[in-house]
């Protein structure tokens, strides 16, 4: 895909993503990484069908998601969904999480009645080890820790049976412990239910405590990508081995 945009001070063209081709499928871990306006979130916007590509196109099984009919879209916003960075906005402060968590489940017919929506609530926070779940339903998000706040947000992507996460800069504003156990439980569903993720982060150390494969992105580029284990153990591009340099705790790799 290609993505540019009109210049911010008027004239040019700026383009956020060039030629990038990124491969995700459930199960795996795949985490992009790069510097600042390196086209990051752009290219996680044109996953997430949310802006259209200048060039190239996103496909689900081979299907160019623009050519999709409405309900085939429908499913495709179910199957790809997005977790954010928990700012103020990605959750509703007036909404107590079995509703925040229920309302998407009913939207998208995922179960139906009070009681079977409630089921599907518990199970997902669960999945995400907010448990007893009862404990959790009724809170309201500033009854929540931001790691809990987090995790509520995963729930409620889970919920909804997706095969793959786009999740950018999901854990980057949690204190490093917390940061630890959201990740953990991230990447146990890739077992448990078999999601695969699109992971963007500026954080080479979580990249290589959970990633399967890495895309290496510079001003809009992959310059490199590669299983996780090679990547840094053997980086070929300057960029990744500036990248990797930069990260001190990141010297060789102790725990493949
Ligand atoms: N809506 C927009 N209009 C104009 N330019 C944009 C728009 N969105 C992104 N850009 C530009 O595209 C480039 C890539 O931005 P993007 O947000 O994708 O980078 P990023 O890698 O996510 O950065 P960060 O790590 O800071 O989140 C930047 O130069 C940015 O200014
Ligand atoms: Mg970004």
Redesign the pocket.
Known sequence: MTKS????RGGGQ?V??REATLRAEPGQFVAIV???????????RLLLDLIPATGGSVELDGKDVSRLTRAERREYRRRVQAVLQDPAGSLNPRKRVEQTIGEVVRLHKIARGRDAIRQKVTEALELVGMEPAERFLDRFPHELSGGQRQRVLIARAISLDPRIIVA??AVSALDASVKAGVLRVMADLTQTIGVGYVF?T?DLPVVRKVADYVYV?KS?DIVEEGPKDRLFADPQHPYTRTLLAASPELAPLENP
Do not use: N, P, Q
């Not at 945009?5 to 911010?8: I, L, M």
């Not at 790069?34 to 996680?44: I, V």
């Open positions: 945009f009109r210049g911010r700026v956020a993503v790069g510097e600042s306006g390196s086209g990051k979130s752009t290219l996680a950018d800069e963007i500026h992105m809009g």
